[in-house]
C-alpha cells in the first residue's frame, strides 16, 4: 500500500510537470541532525534527564518541479531514524544500582516519503538561492534496535537486539507523520547544477506508537544538503 502511494505521487508529479512543460529537477544528499524525545512535563517524576538528544543520517533521493523560477516542490524517499540516548531504566525501583550505568541508544528505523514546498527570495538571474518553505514526511516503521556500551543484559535481554517490524506492530504504529520548516542557501554550478544547504526543525504531528505513553514524540533539528540536477533549459 504504501508502494503505491510512493508510485502515485511520483507519477502525478511527472504528469503535471509534463503538461506544463515544467523543469523536473533530481537530487541526491543526507541528512545531518540530532532528534530528542519529548517527555511528557505532567508526568509525575521528571524524566528529562534520562533522554538525551541523539545524532541521525539519513540518506536521500529526491525529485521535484520547479513550479516558478521561485517555487520548487520536492517528493523524495530516505532512510531516517528517531533515535533516543536514554538511561530511563534507572528509575525503576527494583534496577536501581548505583554501581550500574543503565544507558540505552534505541533506534527505530524508517522508510520515510519526504515532502517539501519552497520559496527562493532571491532573483531568477542569481547564482545563490535562499530557499524558505514547508515540509511533511510520512515514516514508514521498519524495524528498532537498541544498544547499550555499558551493560551486556538487562532483565533477560541481551544486548544488541533488533526487532522487526512486525514483533513492533502490537506497539508502534507501521506510520507516522512529521511536519515542519526549512530554510536555507543554494548555489548553481551552472545552469543545471547546484548544491543546498537546508537547515530544517521538524516535530511529529502523531504519536509514534499506540500504548497510553505520555510522552511518545519526537521533535528534530538538523541540515538537509542535496547535490540536485535541474533537466531541462531555465525559464525567464
Given at each position: 500500500?504504501?508502494?503505491?502511494?510512493?508510485?502515485?505521487?511520483l507519477?502525478?508529479?511527472?504528469?503535471?510537470?509534463?503538461?506544463?512543460?515544467?523543469?523536473f529537477?533530481?537530487g541526491?544528499?543526507?541528512?545531518?541532525?540530532v532528534?530528542?524525545?519529548?517527555?511528557?512535563d505532567?508526568?509525575?517524576?521528571?524524566?528529562?534527564?534520562?533522554?538525551?538528544?541523539?545524532?541521525?543520517f539519513?540518506?536521500?533521493l529526491?525529485?521535484?518541479?520547479?513550479?516558478?523560477?521561485?517555487?520548487?516542490?520536492?517528493?523524495g524517499l530516505?532512510?531516517t531514524s528517531?533515535?533516543d540516548?536514554?538511561?530511563?531504566?534507572?528509575?525503576?525501583?527494583?534496577l536501581i544500582n548505583p554501581?550500574?550505568?543503565y544507558?540505552?541508544?534505541?533506534?527505530?528505523?524508517?522508510?520515510?516519503?519526504?515532502?517539501?514546498?519552497?520559496?527562493?527570495?532571491?532573483?531568477?538571474?542569481?547564482?545563490?538561492?535562499?530557499?524558505?518553505?514547508?515540509?511533511?514526511?510520512?515514516?514508514?516503521?521498519?524495524?528498532?534496535k537498541?544498544?547499550?556500551?555499558?551493560?551486556?543484559?538487562?532483565?533477560?535481554?541481551?544486548?544488541?537486539?533488533?526487532?522487526?517490524k512486525?514483533e513492533?506492530?502490537d506497539?508502534?504504529?507501521a506510520?507516522?507523520?512529521?511536519?515542519?520548516?526549512?530554510?536555507?542557501?543554494?548555489?548553481r554550478?551552472?545552469?543545471?547544477?547546484?548544491?543546498?544547504?537546508?537547515?530544517f526543525?521538524?516535530?511529529d504531528l502523531?504519536?509514534f506508537?499506540?500504548?497510553?505513553?505520555?510522552?511518545?514524540?519526537?521533535?528534530?533539528?538538523?541540515?538537509?544538503?542535496?547535490?540536485?540536477?535541474?533537466?531541462?533549459?531555465?525559464?525567464?
Open positions: 500500500m504504501n508502494k503505491k502511494i510512493l508510485i502515485s505521487i507519477l502525478l508529479a511527472f504528469a503535471v510537470g509534463s503538461k506544463a512543460q515544467l523543469n529537477v533530481a541526491v544528499g543526507t541528512g545531518i541532525y532528534s530528542k524525545y519529548i517527555v511528557d505532567n508526568l509525575a517524576i521528571d524524566l528529562n534527564d534520562y533522554h538525551s538528544t541523539a545524532f541521525n539519513a540518506p536521500n529526491h525529485i521535484g518541479i520547479d513550479l516558478s523560477n521561485r517555487m520548487r516542490f520536492v517528493v530516505a532512510s528517531k533515535t540516548m536514554t538511561s530511563d531504566l534507572s528509575y525503576i525501583d527494583s554501581n550500574t550505568d544507558s540505552a541508544v534505541v533506534k527505530n528505523q524508517y522508510l520515510t516519503i519526504p515532502v517539501s514546498l519552497t520559496f527562493n527570495l532571491v532573483g531568477k538571474d542569481a547564482k545563490s538561492r535562499l530557499p524558505i518553505g514547508l515540509t511533511a514526511d510520512m515514516n514508514m516503521l521498519n524495524k528498532q537498541i544498544t547499550s556500551s555499558t551493560l551486556d543484559t538487562l532483565g533477560g535481554l541481551k544486548f544488541p537486539v533488533t526487532y522487526t512486525s513492533l506492530t506497539k508502534y504504529d506510520t507516522s507523520f512529521t511536519v515542519g520548516f526549512t530554510v536555507g542557501y543554494g548555489y554550478f551552472t545552469d543545471n547544477l547546484g548544491l543546498d544547504a537546508l537547515l526543525a521538524k516535530y502523531s504519536s506508537d499506540n500504548t497510553n505513553t505520555l510522552y511518545n514524540n519526537y521533535a528534530f533539528v538538523g541540515l538537509n544538503l542535496t547535490l540536485y540536477y535541474v533537466f531541462g533549459k531555465k525559464k525567464d
